[in-house]
Antibody, heavy 120, light 107 residues
């Protein structure tokens, strides 16, 4: 059974940093692209970032480009999101999502999300 | 970036109704489109990918169609468990984008 477990969320002040992690199990992690998707409370889904199986293809939403950085450790079956210079508008649930394909892809499994709150 | 217009934003319907949700792209994406269902407090779940391929385990009352710039999700006979919010997503290029969502509520 595919499992994706996010961690690292919490309350953080504007301008500070936070690192999210996603622990994956139940599938061959190295074979698939992985993504982060966020959802502000009561709002719609927003794709944040994605990384191909070998980290050779990485993409970011314009809203986070230059502030957020995605990475993966295939030996540890883990996905990360380093979030710097956080803003109030970054407040959201952050979901880790498994791609069906190795590069640009749709998402066939999702974690339960971790809440990031950016507030003074 | 590819812009998406999903409509309607709110759809009031009754059990047994046939409902359709539209998603229009600012440029062609061939068939690189997926549909998701999300219920309150839960993560989204994949319904359809490749514009028309049903994800394993998804009831056959769900169907998708379209290619290029115009896509449609149809629920042929609405069931009580289908009242939820639906999103389209393009995966043709980075940045991937989602539609604004359609909430299907009980009339």
């Amino acid at each position: 059974e595919v499992q994706l477990v996010e961690s690292g969320g919490g309350l953080v002040q504007p301008g500070r940093s936070l690192r999210l992690s996603c622990a994956a199990s139940g599938f061959t992690f190295v074979d698939y692209a992985m993504h982060w998707v966020r959802q502000a409370p009561g709002k719609g889904l927003e794709w944040v970032s994605g990384i191909s199986w070998n980290s050779g293809n990485i993409g970011y939403a314009d809203s986070v480009k230059g502030r957020f950085f995605i990475s993966r450790d295939n030996a540890k079956n883990s996905l990360y999101l380093q979030m710097n210079s956080l803003r109030a508008e970054d407040t959201a649930f952050y979901y880790c999502a498994k791609g069906r394909l190795t590069g640009t892809t749709f998402f066939d499994h999702w974690g339960q999300g971790t809440l990031v709150t950016v507030s003074p | 970036a590819i812009w998406m217009t999903q409509s309607p934003s709110l759809l009031s319907a009754s059990t047994g109704d046939r409902v359709t949700i539209s998603c229009r792209m600012s440029q062609g994406i061939t068939n690189y489109l997926a549909w998701y269902q999300q219920k309150p407090g839960k993560a989204p779940e994949l319904l359809i990918y490749g514009a028309s391929t049903l994800q394993s385990g998804v009831p056959s009352r769900f169907s998708g169609s379209g290619s290029g710039t115009d896509f449609t999700l149809t629920i042929s006979c609405l069931q009580s468990e289908d009242f939820a919010t639906y999103y389209c997503q393009q995966y043709s290029t980075f940045p991937h984008t989602f539609g604004q969502g359609t909430k299907v509520e009980i009339k």
